[in-house]
């Protein structure tokens, strides 16, 4: 059984970063590609970034695209996203996935085991 720990989310200011980290156990983590999505109250899960198995390949919302980073270590069964230039609508709690195969993915439908999710609330 895989388990996805998210941790990191906080209560920040507009322009403010935060780096999430996601610690996973289970499966062999360096096989299978990453992603985190967001949900916002009132708004369907949407994906956010996706990292590959190796991490050689990744993948942006465009929405992010510039601001937010996505990296992963093997070594640790970890992986991260860097939210830099933080907006209030950024504001959701954030999920790590991982995925059913290698390669970046960017729907939900292409992960099968989820964490629980932290909080980034940004402040106007």
């Known amino acids: 059984q895989v388990q996805l720990v998210e941790s990191g989310g906080r209560l920040v200011q507009a322009g403010d970063s935060l780096r999430l980290s996601c610690a996973a156990s289970g499966r062999t983590f360096s096989s299978y590609g990453m992603g985190w999505f967001r949900q916002a109250p009132g708004k369907e899960r949407e994906f956010v970034a996706a990292i590959s198995w190796s991490g050689g390949s990744t993948y942006y919302a465009d929405s992010v695209k510039g601001r937010f980073t996505i990296s992963r270590d093997n070594a640790k069964n970890t992986v991260y996203l860097q939210t830099n230039s933080l907006k209030p609508e950024d504001t959701a709690v954030y999920y790590c996935?991982?995925?059913?195969?290698?390669?970046?993915?960017?729907?939900?439908?292409?992960?099968?085991?989820w964490g629980q999710g932290t909080q980034v609330t940004v402040s106007s």
């Open positions: 996935a991982q995925s059913t195969a290698g390669w970046v993915r960017s729907t939900s439908e292409d992960y099968k085991y």
